[in-house]
């Protein structure tokens, strides 16, 4: 990044920043988006017309895989270390200049404080040194954005099934915002299958590699509950499955879980998908709008995206699953969903700090 001292304030700084709450300085155009929620550090642009220019993902799977999970104090490390790095790489590859740029948008929230607090606060940088107006988005307004990334005439209103490492959530999508339909009581899918992956001795990150260890197995050999709490209810809860798989691994020996461990993972997994899309398809019939989007981290799942095709398509209801760069964790819809934040006047003040919870979230989403 350029020193401040190119701007012209010398060693006195007294920076006047009412622009940065200027809701008139967003001219269309393109826009960057900086994602360090978690684990990923990720840099994006995309252009007035939504598509999508560049996109850099920094993963931090090496860095965690020998610890079993996210260590928080490792990720904000490893994101101080990449995020110089992405941002310039995510504009070489834009094929644009600092200059071009219309504004920037940053992951604000929910996530880990000190990984949020590098984005958050490179991004205020940045916002204050180009003389961009900045907006902060939600983590979850961003995976909800992602299902018009390709498909930008996608219909709305939309069901939208947000499934990740740290949520399961349903939303009714509006053009001018989100409402909340539904959430889990316990674990997130992602979570469910994290778990499930480790109790398999799988590693991590565990879902992308129970996954794979499905494929091979036979998912009716070994049944699993499939939770749906009360009739009608459009809430998740994945705690019980997880014992059940605990249970299992318990009883058997070692010979019989090395045989039996790709039925497992595929029992395992289709209980997790068929209550995900059960609830989903509940959701578009207890509503009536006719159109289903499945977004976040799980809608990578090989199994999740045929399933919900299938019985989307019996019912005749259009889905849209965004490709697999656009599930798991990226900036290019944090840009996405920042684009129309900008364009409604948001604007993150040069004093806001990341929410690590989604309670005091969105400009955009209401609780049901
Ligand atoms: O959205 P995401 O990248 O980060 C969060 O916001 O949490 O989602 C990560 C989650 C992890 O739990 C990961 O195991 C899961 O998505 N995931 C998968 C697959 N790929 C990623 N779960 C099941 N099958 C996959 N293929
Ligand atoms: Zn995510």
């Given at each position: 990044?350029?020193?401040?001292?190119?701007?012209?304030?010398?060693?006195?700084?007294?920076?006047?920043?009412?622009?940065?709450?200027?809701?008139?300085?967003?001219?269309?155009?393109?826009?960057?988006?900086?994602?360090?929620?978690?684990?990923?550090?990720?840099?994006?642009?995309?252009?007035?017309?939504?598509?999508?220019?560049?996109?850099?993902v920094?993963?931090?799977?090496?860095?965690?895989?020998?610890?079993?999970?996210v260590?928080?104090?490792?990720?904000?490390?490893?994101?101080?270390?990449?995020?110089?790095?992405?941002?310039?790489?995510?504009?070489e590859?834009?094929?644009?200049?600092?200059?071009?740029?219309?504004?920037?948008?940053?992951?604000?929230?929910?996530?880990?404080?000190?990984?949020?607090?590098?984005?958050v606060?490179?991004?205020?940088?940045?916002?204050?040194?180009?003389?961009?107006?900045?907006?902060?988005?939600?983590?979850?307004?961003?995976?909800?954005?992602?299902?018009?990334?390709?498909?930008?005439?996608?219909?709305?209103?939309?069901?939208?099934?947000?499934?990740?490492?740290?949520?399961?959530?349903?939303?009714?999508?509006?053009?001018?915002?989100?409402?909340?339909?539904?959430?889990?009581?316990?674990?997130?899918?992602?979570?469910?299958?994290?778990?499930g992956?480790?109790?398999?001795?799988?590693?991590?990150?565990?879902?992308?590699?129970l996954?794979?260890?499905?494929?091979?197995g036979?998912?009716?050999?070994?049944?699993?509950?499939?939770?749906?709490?009360?009739?009608?209810?459009?809430?998740?809860?994945?705690?019980?499955?997880?014992?059940?798989?605990?249970?299992?691994?318990?009883?058997?020996?070692?010979?019989?879980?090395?045989?039996?461990?790709?039925?497992?993972?595929?029992?395992?997994?289709?209980?997790?998908?068929?209550?995900?899309?059960?609830?989903?398809?509940?959701?578009?019939?207890?509503?009536?709008?006719?159109?289903?989007?499945?977004?976040?981290?799980?809608?990578?799942?090989?199994?999740?995206?045929?399933?919900?095709?299938?019985?989307?398509?019996?019912?005749?209801?259009?889905?849209?699953?965004?490709?697999?760069?656009?599930?798991?964790?990226?900036?290019?819809?944090?840009?996405?969903?920042?684009?129309?934040?900008?364009?409604?006047?948001?604007?993150m003040?040069?004093?806001?700090?990341?929410?690590?919870?989604?309670?005091?979230?969105?400009?955009?989403?209401?609780?049901?």
């Open positions: 990044m350029r020193p401040l001292s190119l701007f012209g304030q010398g060693s006195h700084c007294f920076f006047t920043l009412d622009w940065m709450n200027d809701t008139t300085a967003f001219s269309p155009g393109p826009v960057l988006g900086l994602e360090t929620s978690c684990d990923e550090t990720a840099a994006a642009v995309i252009d007035a017309d939504g598509s999508v220019l560049a996109n850099v920094a993963s931090q799977h090496a860095v965690h895989e020998r610890f079993g999970g260590v928080p104090e490792l990720a904000s490390r490893a994101h101080v270390e990449m995020i110089e790095r992405v941002v310039v790489a995510a504009l590859e834009s094929k644009l200049s600092w200059q071009s740029l219309s504004g920037i948008a940053v992951t604000q929230g929910p996530g880990l404080a000190g990984a949020l607090i590098v984005g606060n490179y991004a205020k940088t940045l916002a204050y040194m180009l003389h961009l107006p900045l907006v902060g988005v939600s983590h979850l307004d961003a995976h909800i954005a992602s299902a018009w990334l390709e498909d930008p005439n996608f219909p709305r209103p939309s069901i939208v099934l947000v499934v990740s490492g740290g949520h399961t959530h349903l939303y009714r999508k509006d053009t001018d915002g989100a409402t909340q339909l539904g959430c889990t009581r316990d674990d997130a899918a992602g979570e469910a299958f994290d778990k992956a480790q109790m398999l001795g799988l590693g991590f990150p565990g879902g992308p590699a996954d794979r260890l499905a494929q091979s036979n998912p009716s050999a070994i049944p699993f509950p499939k939770t749906s709490l009360r009739r009608g209810s459009l809430e998740f809860s994945f705690s019980g499955l997880k014992t059940a798989l605990l249970y299992k691994v318990q009883g058997m020996g070692e010979d019989e879980l090395a045989r039996r461990k790709a039925d497992l993972a595929a029992g395992y997994q289709e209980a997790i998908v068929t209550v995900l899309v059960d609830k989903a398809l509940l959701a578009v019939q207890q509503t009536g709008v006719r159109a289903l989007a499945v977004v976040g981290g799980v809608s990578a799942n090989s199994r999740l995206r045929v399933l919900v095709q299938e019985r989307a398509a019996a019912l005749k209801v259009p889905v849209s699953i965004p490709p697999m760069r656009f599930c798991t964790d990226n900036a290019a819809m944090v840009a996405a969903a920042g684009r129309t934040a900008l364009a409604a006047g948001h604007r003040a040069i004093d806001a700090e990341p929410f690590t919870t989604l309670e005091p979230a969105l400009a955009t989403i209401q609780p049901g």
